[in-house]
């Protein structure tokens, strides 16, 4: 039988309240553990493909932009729930969401692994896709609820290092399965492989994660308008970006209602909340929490580099460079290491160091980039592992130190009854910044690798990524200003 959870601190309503009724769940390090494994697999099936594209189009007799909707699938359904599926998790229980994600999830995978044709492999990716969705905010709501403090910041710690190493090992671990398992039907294992994992992680979820009805103070309602609003206008967001990669541009004529449809849902949330109901996102509850609106941003364009920025490195080292797939991932592996230097420690001392360590390691970041793109380009596939990784492994130690840090300060004053819905909105962001860094990553080096040359498409897409860093780290100066900002 599963032990009660103790109760969170009561009077958190308001950004910046504590109560004094809090009591620490003595499993709670066991419950964030199980936590962060399912965490960092939803996250780690973003990348974990890309290396794995020219195995699935042979096997499956298809199409490379067929193809690419494996992957541009996965992130469209994954970033168009996460909002949803963390006020589902506010309102009716972390856990239960954990088991209908989890279990979706496994279910998916295995179907993704089995499906016969192109068609039905992308159907299971949008599914798996909705599944990651209501599994992963419910990270943040658990952290939110059972941790306070200094402790809040090394849990947050530990997430934001699985959220690094997850994208950074993902096409490592691709293609290691794809070179033990052939490249004929290697592809077939990524998503095979997640069955027992997933299928022993529902069996702790369930011994472990406590069975709370609803997070303390959550309205059960549910807004119904709220969701389709802001499913519209994620939707309108990330599928113009994700369909670039095909040559889809026909289809940015969607971002023109973003603002319409955004603007919409600010109003509905308003309106809810002054009838009394029970809001998707209270947006002016959130808006008046000391440094969430600066966090999103920074995450968001942090994520728009970083996500670029691998992926472009990835695709260079395989078709320019002749690099097989296991060799392009471990040349990978240095931004990987760094973070995992890096994240648990910047999550021990943010709490007393505040937005300047995200500054820091943004700056740390940024001038790794510009040194990637003044002398990366150019270098033959013999030497590439002795200049990229160690620039990589720096680029990482600042990485880590930017992820872990800024989830903690954007979600550290939110009241945990919103602690799934706010960290579905973090988490949305860092969504809609890997697709828009795809997108201008992969397309700045496609064109101008067409007119000058690869390295010159290279170096293209670094400076796109370098401008990404740059603006994330303008904005982490300027939340400095804010009392939460300067410690």
Known sequence: MVEQQAQPATGEDAPGQRGTAYEPDPRRWRILAVSLVVGFMSLLDVTIVNVAIPSMQSGLDTSAAAVQWVVSGYALSFGLVLVIGGRLGDAFGRRRLMLIGLSGFVASSALVGLAPGIELVVAARLLQGISAGLLTPQNSGLIQTLFRGAER?????????VVSISSALGPVLGGLIITLAGSEDGWRWIFWVNVPVGLVALVLVARI???????EGS????DLVGALLVGLTVLCVIYPLVSLEGGGYRWLVLLAAVPALGWAFVRWERRVVARGGAPLLDVGLLRRTPGFADGIAVGSLYFT???GLVLVLAIHLQTELGLGPLAAGAVLTGFAGGSAISSPLAGRVVTRVGRPLTVAALVVVLLSVVALAVVLPGQDGAGIGWVLTPLLFVAGLGGGAVISPNITLTLDEVPPRMGGAAGGALQTGQRIGSALGTAAGVTAYTVVATSYGAAAGLRAALVVAALMVAASLAVA??????PRGSA
Request: proline share 7%.
């Open 305 to 307: 580099g970083f996500t």
């Open 219 to 222: 309205d059960p309602r549910l």
């Open 477 to 482: 100066v300027r939340s400095l200003r804010s």
């Open 153 to 161: 910041g090394r849990a947050f710690g530990l997430f934001g290092f």
């Open 209 to 215: 994660v406590p069975s709370e009805v609803s997070a």
